[in-house]
Structures are given as C-alpha cells and as structure tokens.
Nanobody, 120 residues
Framework: QVQLVESGGGLVQPGGSLRLSCAAS????????MGWYRQAPGKQRELVGT???????NYADSVKGRFTISRLNVKKTVYLQMNSLNAEDTAVYYC??????????????WGQGTQVIVSS
C-alpha cells in the first residue's frame, strides 16, 4: 500500500530555515500533483503550496517569496524549503499527493505530519 513519510521538522529560531521532505512508497504507478499543508494549534488545516508533476508550483500568499516547493520524480519525493521563518509558521506540516496505484485509480494520500516550531 501507498505511504507518504515526512521528515525534517523541528525547532528553529525566527529568521531561520528548515527543509522538509516527503517520500512516497508502495505500489505506485504514477504521482500527479503533490503539495504541503499545515495546521497551527486551534486553526484549520491550510494550503501551503502545490507542485505539478512537471514542476509548476503555486503558493499561499502567506509564504510566497519565503517557501519553495520542489520535487524529484525519480525519488517520488517532494520538498519544502522554508526560509525567513517566523512564529506564525509554527504548525504541523502535512504532505499530500494525488497518486495512482498500480492497477488502480487516483487517490488522495496524506503523510503523518511533521512538527515545525519557530521560537527563540
């Protein structure tokens, strides 16, 4: 079965950087759009950004110019480079992907989440 596993979260000081990774594994035929979402304490989950299979990315206004999404299709991995972090970026970050399993149809998959805390 298909799994998405995130890594790279942690504690970082304001103004610092972190890079998150999310690797897909399992019986995968093809991966379409991939993306990142986040959920801060007491708030709803929100979109951070998405990237197409061809590498075209779009971002939420709150992270434009600071965050960059990229992917390496051969490794079935999507990345989130976060720069100039501030306290408002503190959240659990979730990876999301539209995946077609071998012999199956497209399904939406989520990772387990990785915590990012921005604090001095």
């Amino acid at each position: 079965q298909v799994q998405l596993v995130e890594s790279g979260g942690g504690l970082v000081q304001p103004g610092g950087s972190l890079r998150l990774s999310c690797a897909a594994s399992g019986s995968i035929f093809s991966i379409f759009d991939m993306g990142w979402y986040r959920q801060a304490p007491g708030k709803q989950r929100e979109l951070v950004g998405t990237i197409t299979r061809g590498g075209s990315a779009n971002y939420a206004d709150s992270v434009k110019g600071r965050f960059t999404i990229s992917r390496l299709n051969v490794k079935k991995t999507v990345y989130l480079q976060m720069n100039s972090l501030n306290a408002e970026d503190t959240a659990v970050y979730y990876c999301n992907a539209d995946i077609r399993e071998a012999g199956g149809t497209n399904k939406d998959y989520w990772g387990q989440g990785t915590q990012v805390i921005v604090s001095s």
